[in-house]
């Protein structure tokens, strides 16, 4: 049973940064791909950031600059920086994996206040 485990949510003031982790339970590279997507109020989920096993990023366009993810093999841990946040960057976020199957976190709730 694969397990995803974010940290690092919280409130913060916009303008503010912040670090999402996302521990995976096994080898992140026994997974095609890794990444971020986040759901805010009454919004469809979307992705923010997503990391192939061999390196290949995507950005959403509107997040580009502002959000960067990264790894850390040793840890099996994919993380998300990001900064300068504002208002409306306020979501759940949830660390996804995917392989054959797909594979979800239960989420890291980030309020941004104005």
């Known amino acids: 049973q694969v397990r995803l485990v974010e940290s690092g949510g919280g409130l913060v003031q916009a303008g503010e940064s912040l670090r999402l982790s996302c521990a995976a339970s096994e080898n992140i590279f026994s997974f095609n791909a890794m990444g971020w997507y986040r759901q805010a109020p009454g919004k469809q989920r979307e992705l923010v950031a997503e990391m192939t096993t061999g390196g290949s990023i995507k950005y959403a366009d509107s997040l580009k600059g502002r959000f960067t993810i990264s790894r850390d093999n040793a840890k099996n841990t994919v993380y998300l920086q990001m900064s300068n946040l504002t208002p409306e960057d306020t979501a759940v976020y949830y660390c996804?994996?995917?392989?054959?199957?797909?594979?979800w976190g239960q989420g890291t709730l980030v309020t941004v206040s104005s």
């Open positions: 996804r994996a995917r392989r054959i199957l797909e594979y």
